[in-house]
């Protein structure tokens, strides 16, 4: 808003108007006017634009944001830690805002730098997607480097992708648990990962992928011995000398098992552990004792009685896998394949 006072003979208001320069005439109202045709002088000096923003480095800021760590970054930008580290100064100067605080393991980014990163992930990606994308269909693309649980991946995500495979895609499977296969996606080692939990905060993006409905089962043999409804009329008491196999020591699928079905803590130790549930379904269908299943592993022993139920509740514990991923468009054109491919085959899982 302007200030009346002091233009007050400009906007015609009440004032005395200013005396005219000495030595020069009484300047006439009409004489200030431009001549017609001719556009009007500046009131002042211009300001200078500001100079645009280097696409580098917001490119190198997208990549710091999401991985949340200049460590992490600089590899997938095929760039040194020191080079990430100058390029984020650059352009905290250039805006005049600090965009990330440093902490024990990585950075944390500002509110500014968050808002900043919903404005120009899509214009980013969208111009990656033209100017660094890899070769299209038909040439030879980079290996897709998908990870997940041993199991989950051997049973349901490599039966759908062999089709794929046959038709050029390169695969690099790893395996392990979830939270050290996100670190590793955040890293950037993996392209795509299976997680058991959903990943929070705005590094990762997830959807999720399938539901794994868990199963009390043991071999024929065990379900004998143990006596038909049993556990349905006992709980847990049923159970009670019959060997647990598990997956790890601390029983973890076990145990989420008791407390949803019978709202009790698993005590007790396990009598044999394998970090594979293949493995486990392997002990238990030998007659090994009694164990929890997801449903897509052992529907075929159950179909075929190679493995009996010793329990169907009608609300029985589920977990949801999550697909997730870096956001933003990925350079080679088959890992979109992949993770679309899993998606759309997942529903017959």
Request: proline share 10%; net charge neutral.
């Amino acid at each position: 808003m302007r200030n009346r006072e002091s233009n007050g003979s400009r906007n015609g208001a009440e004032g005395t108007p200013p005396e005219p320069a000495q030595g020069s005439p009484a300047a006439d109202p009409q004489d200030r006017q431009d001549p017609p045709g001719r556009p009007a002088a500046p009131s002042g000096p211009r300001q200078a634009p500001a100079a645009p923003v280097n696409l580098s480095l917001l490119r190198t800021f997208l990549a710091v944001h999401r991985t949340g760590s200049y460590t992490a970054a600089a590899p997938l930008l095929g760039l040194s830690q020191p080079t990430v580290t100058t390029q984020i100064r650059a352009l905290e100067r250039h805006l005049g805002r600090q965009l990330f605080e440093r902490q024990s393991r990585g950075v944390a980014s500002t509110p500014f730098a968050d808002e900043l990163a919903d404005r120009v992930a899509g214009p980013i990606d969208a111009l990656a997607a033209v100017a660094d994308r890899g070769p299209l269909d038909g040439d030879t693309a980079a290996p897709v480097h998908l990870a997940g649980p041993a199991d989950f991946l051997s049973s349901c995500a490599l039966r759908v992708l062999a089709p794929l495979v046959a038709r050029g895609v390169r695969l690099r499977v790893a395996t392990g648990l979830s939270d050290h296969l996100l670190e590793g996606l955040r890293a950037g080692r993996h392209d795509l990962v299976v997680s058991s939990r959903r990943p929070r905060g705005r590094t990762l993006a997830s959807v999720p992928l399938a539901d794994e409905e868990f199963v009390l089962v043991a071999s024929p043999e065990w379900a004998e011995r143990i006596g038909p409804d049993r556990v349905a009329a006992e709980g847990p008491a049923a159970l009670s000398g019959v060997p647990l196999v598990t997956y790890a020591e601390d029983l973890p699928i076990a145990r989420r098992y008791w407390r949803h079905v019978f709202g009790r803590r698993l005590t007790g130790q396990a009598a044999l552990t394998m970090p594979d549930l293949r493995g486990v379904l392997t002990a238990v269908t030998a007659g090994a004792g009694v164990t929890v299943l997801p449903d897509y592993l052992c529907r075929a022993e159950l179909a075929s009685g190679a493995l009996v139920p010793l329990l169907s509740p009608e609300d029985p514990p589920i977990n949801t896998a999550y697909l997730v991923q870096r956001p933003g468009t990925a350079d080679n054109p088959h890992v979109a394949l992949v993770r679309d491919h899993l998606l759309r085959e997942s529903r017959t899982w």
